[in-house]
């Protein structure tokens, strides 16, 4: 008897396991992002500009040609802007880039 109770005891915990981890799984789909423009703090950018090549090669704060991937309708909240500034000649918006 103490032999089924434990196999039963194991085979429910097993079960529980498996749901959580299920449910655990399907929360792993990343939110949706926006580039958001001028609100980004020195080395913290994500990718590069007229100015540099690399993502966190930013050399000061809010630099309005700078831009990082934010919560979608975050941006503008935080004092950021979801287009490239008048006048940018930098192509890197025609670059691939890395989707997150």
Request: glycine fraction near 10%; charged fraction near 30%; charge should be positive.
């Amino acid at each position: 008897m103490q032999s089924n109770k434990t196999l039963l005891s194991s085979a429910i915990a097993g079960l529980l396991a498996v749901g959580i981890s299920g449910a655990v799984a399907a929360q792993d789909k990343p939110a949706p992002k926006e580039k958001c423009y001028g609100n980004v703090k020195k080395a913290q950018n994500d990718c590069g500009t007229s100015k540099h090549s690399c993502a966190g090669k930013a050399t000061t704060d809010n630099d309005p040609e700078e831009w990082k991937f934010v919560p979608k309708g975050t941006c503008e909240k935080s004092g950021g802007k979801l287009t490239k500034p008048a006048g940018d000649k930098a192509k890197a918006d025609d670059k691939p880039t890395m989707k997150y």
